[in-house]
């Protein structure tokens, strides 16, 4: 399918014309198929379809019949193009018109399992994990975020390291000038013994 078109009545508030567009492809020969609802004469809700032309062993639905499973999903979606048994309850085309049709990228930019707007909550299916949702999100903001998050770590990285060379660097200054210190004082004691040893022998 390459395109989902939804047209409204205009002397018919409540009829509405679904369009689903196909490409070329080894079905069926359609390129357009209609499923069309609105309120008859009589005044009660009247639906129909065009016919599919499926090709040569590819039919979906063979036994003509729309069919449902236990569940009350149909076998094949292609089903619901055959079905016009409520077209007053048809919650497929219901969905297709009021949700899908008007706000489709919802469904690509919520997980599945997440609360919508009219508060309901849907889950994904018990054998799913969840890889069916597709998000669509801004990749350039993210990957921007990303690289100023990497820049601002590497930079206090930097700043840690000269943080550590200054005090490393300090602590052996002032080791230095201790032990010159100390040096300093050492030769001054030695001085001075000379000094007293070459005194007491000129007074002898």
């Known amino acids: 399918m390459i395109n989902l078109e939804i047209e409204t009545f205009r002397n018919n508030k409540l009829g509405y014309r679904i369009c689903f567009h196909f490409r070329r492809n080894p079905f069926f020969q359609n390129k357009v198929i209609v499923k069309e609802l609105h309120v008859g004469l009589g005044g009660s809700p009247v639906s129909f379809s065009n016919p599919i032309v499926w090709h040569h ?14 569940r009350g999903v ?29 706000d489709p990228l919802r469904y690509y930019l919520t997980p599945l399992w997440e609360p919508r707007e009219n508060g309901s909550i849907s889950k994904p299916p018990q054998n799913s994990n969840g890889d069916e949702c597709v998000i669509i999100s801004d990749s350039d903001d993210d990957d921007q975020e990303l690289v100023s998050q990497d820049r601002h770590q590497e930079q206090n990285d930097e700043e840690n390291k000269d943080k550590r060379r200054v005090t490393g660097s300090g602590d052996s200054d002032q080791d230095g000038v201790e032990s010159s210190t100390e040096e300093r004082q050492e030769e001054e004691v030695d001085i001075e013994e000379i000094d007293e040893v070459c005194h007491s022998a000129s007074s002898e």
């Open 57 to 70: 062993g590819q039919s979906l639905t063979r036994n003509g019949e729309p069919r449902r499973n236990s």
């Open 74 to 102: 149909y076998e094949s979606f292609f089903h619901w193009f055959d079905d016009h048994s409520s077209p007053g309850m048809d919650e497929i085309a219901q969905i297709l018109k009021d949700d899908l049709y008007k």
